[in-house]
């Protein structure tokens, strides 16, 4: 009998939501926003919307899952609330505000919170988490660090207020993305965070897509197992990602790549899983923007691996719909050439909310196109002559071109000794050490600060001209 009873009160499922869908939270301005969860099967759930009184009713499917739709005003600051009832139980969900949401991922300088990794601090942090609590319209949901080896219904992570006891736990990329979009839309802006440090892009695919590119069974099965979670095949998709695409958001960031170093078909992978998420959340062509990955000094011989990845990261432009990258070489100081962690989170996190502004939400007079290289010309006096776009009214500079590099037939490659500028989009380039220059490469190794703009302040995005293996 006591069996018997123990079975019956674990079979008794209560009325309940995920940790997603939490007081506090930011639902999707003027849409259909998705509110789930779980009850008894058969029940009747109904979900009272506290903006319109709207009530919506669904019956709870024989695995104890409901779902309703309900329509979102236009953004306001103004706190809601929603009921969830079924019989005799209810869930209030205190404090909803309606605005703008945003999914973001990626690796260590996406997961690095404002106060900072050991040694590492955040540019401005102090100030800016002692001042948190005026920002009323940011909400972050950080969701935990967990793996899953099948795609899995629920993952750990509240959404919070951005407060000085908060703001610190809060990503610094994302929480300085929010600030600022903030600022152009005038609207609450929420953040779902779901990043982790040293993760490879593959942790992030499920294992559909990863055999869609070549991957073999045998492969997958391994590196699944991995006891290293950050290399696992699918095992972050399985329980951080996919635990969430039922929220309804606006679109993603993504800021990884570390641990992709030398891949010559990442642009490949990060297309496949861009639409992958995309398909998964079944809102359409929702826009994806990224950060090409920051310098930093890897090692010796490993600047060849970063110059290749930033590229297939321009690369992945061109490949995707609906996406943008930010720049992010001029944004670290000399002395963060053995830190991978960059310090200045703000103004990246402004690039990404500037490029969200112009392409997402179409704010005129916005620039956010990187300038890059179109082609270049031989001279006839050992020089090159190199022809770049989206300059604006011209170039930005602080009289000095570190970066440019010139080869000859040997495949040697110099420093540029011979720099100057040509009209508004080009660069005259040469070397003392080569006599004709046939390859010019530009940002390509590990440590590189830029110091060369448009007239916007992009930066150049890092280039080659070859196709040599070293």
Known sequence: M??????????????????????????????????WGWADAGAK?????????????????EDGSWMVKVNTPRATYKPETIVIRSGNESISLENVLIGEV???????NM???????????????????RKSADAKGLRMCVVDHVTAFEPQQEVGGRWKE??????????????????????????????????????NIKCYMSKEALLGLGISSQEFEEMQHHEIATLAYSVMYNAMIYPLHNYTIKGFLWYQGCA?????????????????????????????????????????????NAGILRDEQTRAESLMTNAGMVATYDLVYPFERRHIHPRNKAELGRRFATLAADRTYGIPYLHSENPK???????????????????????????????????????????????????????????????????????WDDFVIARLWNSYHLPILPFRTDNWDK
């Open 2 to 35: 006591i069996a018997l009873l123990g079975i019956a009160i674990c079979s008794h499922a209560t009325l309940r939501v995920p940790d997603v869908i939490s007081s506090n939270m930011v639902l999707q301005q003027q849409t259909q926003a998705s509110i």
């Open 45 to 61: 759930v109904t979900v009272i919307t506290g903006w319109n009184s709207a009530k919506y009713n669904v019956t709870a499917a």
């Open 102 to 108: 945003w999914v973001c991922s990626g690796q260590s």
């Open 111 to 129: 997961d690095m919170p404002m106060g900072g990794y050991p040694n590492e601090p955040v540019e401005g942090s102090p100030e800016i988490i």
């Open 162 to 199: 951005s407060s000085p006891e908060n703001t610190p736990g809060f990503t610094a990329t994302a929480y300085m993305y929010a600030r600022a979009l903030e600022e152009y839309l005038h609207v609450p802006v929420g953040i779902i965070s779901c990043a982790w440090g040293g993760a």
């Open 260 to 304: 992709n170093l030398g891949q010559r078909d990442y642009a490949d992978y990060q297309n496949v899983m861009a639409n992958e998420w995309r398909s998964i959340w079944g809102l359409g062509d929702l826009p994806f923007y990224y950060a090409q990955i920051a310098p930093f000094f890897y090692g010796e011989g490993i600047g060849f």
């Open 373 to 443: 290289y179109e082609s270049f010309v031989e001279e006839g006096n050992g020089t090159v002559t190199v022809k770049f776009t989206n300059m604006g009214s011209g170039f930005w500079e602080e009289g000095e071109f570190p970066g440019f590099m010139v080869a000859g037939e040997d495949k040697v490659f110099y420093p540029a000794d011979n720099v100057s500028l040509v009209g508004t989009d080009r660069i005259n380039l040469g070397s003392s050490k080569v006599e004709k220059v046939v390859a010019v490469r530009y940002l």
